[in-house]
Structures are given as structure tokens and as C-alpha cells.
T-cell receptor, first 116, second 114 residues
Framework: QQQVKQSPQSLIVQKGGISIINCAYENTAFDYFPWYQQFPGKGPALLIA?????SEKKEGRFTISFNKSAKQFSLHIMDSQPGDSATYFCAADPNAGGTSYGKLTFGQGTILTVHP | KAGVTQTPRYLIKTRGQQVTLSCSPISGHRSVSWYQQTPGQGLQFLFEYFSETQRNKGNFPGRFSGRQFSNSRSEMNVSTLELGDSALYLCASSFSGRGKETQYFGPGTRLLVL
């Protein structure tokens, strides 16, 4: 119930292509879905986040699509660049209160490589 | 505004030893969460502190403990180190830890247990 499943584990894309990473969850208490980007030797940094009352959110080249009924959400990176090469994590955050304080549940991560 | 800082950045310990890691949150943030990151298990939640109180705890043995000080700085301690404790330990801070808030991560402390 607490899992977030992420796919693919790794992804290779040519410069200018579209990178797509998918996540699925089971716990309907999750109500905030951030995506983090992590470069080697660094901590994860927030990329973009969405709440379940919105089906799509776009920030620059990054778009989150959210399907509440299917309990799935995905990250699309348009015009992928070599500088986007990093590990991407989806995460889910349940509603505040109870045992959920400060806890993000992460997907397993996707290693994205963008070839020039 | 300064980001989340963690010290030390790297540590090498031997089995059976104990280790203390430190985290300074972003100024004004009172919630500090700790995570363990390994290639096999990914990012796993250890615990969260707010106003010097542990409010949430993940599924880790009692060898993992933490505390928070009145200035919101936090430490985590791992006693009787095991080889499997080798990991990147990340702390993250947020204003209240009540959800729908961005958690800002530090660079992590990489612990190697020999």
C-alpha cells in the first residue's frame, strides 16, 4: 500500500528527444506527487510537483501528467538535453497528520542518459 | 538563503563502531527528515523531527536513532555498524513537515562500513 512503482529503471534518449518516466501507486491517501532530480554526488532536488486535482502541470520542458483513476503519473521531458542526464525519482506524500509527518515514499529511480 | 548542509560529507568506519551525522536545515525550517539511499533499496525514510520531537519513524532497527536541537539542527546516530549500513544518508528540511510542502535535501553523508 505504501509503494510507488517507477519505470523504466534506465532510459537512453537522443538529444532533442522526449524522455518519459512512469510511476504508479496504490495508496489513495497520497495527495502530493513531487519529482526529484539527482546528479552524482548531490542530494535530490525538486523538479516539479503536482496535486491530484490537476491532470497536467508544465514547467518549461518538464510536464507531469496525472491520472487519478488509474493511480498513475508520469514525467515528460521535452527536447531532452545532455545536461538532463541524471537520476529521476518520483515520490508521493500522504495527507498531513497521523503517521505521515515528513515522510516521502520514493520510486526506485530512473537513470536517464541523453546522448548528444 | 543557505541550503541544507550536512557534515561530514564522507565517513569510513569499521563494523561495530558507531557514527553520528549532522544536518543543519534551511533557516526557518523546523522539520527535518532523514533518509537512507542505497542502490538496492533506493531512498528509504528513517525518521522525522519537529520541535525536538520525533513525530514519525520508518522501518529501521533501533540502532538508528536521532535527535533535534532547539535551533532545529538534527543529528542521527547509528550504533554497532554493520556492512549493510553503507549508504548515502540524506537529510531534508521543510517548514512544517505536514505534507504538500517541498522537502529540500542536503548533499548527503556517504558512509562506508568496512
Amino acid at each position: 500500500q505504501q509503494q510507488v512503482k517507477q519505470s523504466p529503471q534506465s532510459l537512453i534518449v537522443q538529444k532533442g528527444g522526449i524522455s518519459i518516466i512512469n510511476c504508479a501507486y496504490e495508496n489513495t491517501a497520497f495527495d502530493y506527487f513531487p519529482w526529484y532530480q539527482q546528479f552524482p554526488g548531490k542530494g535530490p532536488a525538486l523538479l516539479i510537483a503536482i496535486r491530484p486535482d490537476v491532470s497536467e502541470k508544465k514547467e518549461g520542458r518538464f510536464t507531469i501528467s496525472f491520472n487519478k483513476s488509474a493511480k498513475q503519473f508520469s514525467l515528460h521531458i521535452m527536447d531532452s538535453q545532455p545536461g538532463d542526464s541524471a537520476t529521476y525519482f518520483c515520490a508521493a506524500d500522504p495527507n498531513a497528520g497521523g503517521t505521515s509527518y515528513g515522510k516521502l515514499t520514493f520510486g526506485q529511480g530512473t537513470i536517464l542518459t541523453v546522448h548528444p | 538563503k543557505a541550503g541544507v548542509t550536512q557534515t561530514p560529507r564522507y565517513l569510513i568506519k569499521t563494523r561495530g563502531q558507531q557514527v553520528t551525522l549532522s544536518c543543519s536545515p534551511i533557516s526557518g525550517h523546523r522539520s527535518v527528515s532523514w533518509y537512507q539511499q542505497t542502490p538496492g533499496q533506493g531512498l528509504q525514510f528513517l525518521f522525522e523531527y519537529f520541535s525536538e520531537t520525533q513525530r514519525n519513524k520508518g522501518n529501521f532497527p533501533g540502532r538508528f536513532s536521532g535527535r533535534q536541537f532547539s535551533n532545529s539542527r538534527s543529528e542521527m546516530n547509528v550504533s554497532t555498524l554493520e556492512l549493510g549500513d553503507s549508504a548515502l544518508y540524506l537529510c531534508a528540511s521543510s517548514f512544517s513537515g505536514r505534507g504538500k510542502e517541498t522537502q529540500y535535501f542536503g548533499p548527503g553523508t556517504r558512509l562506508l562500513v568496512l
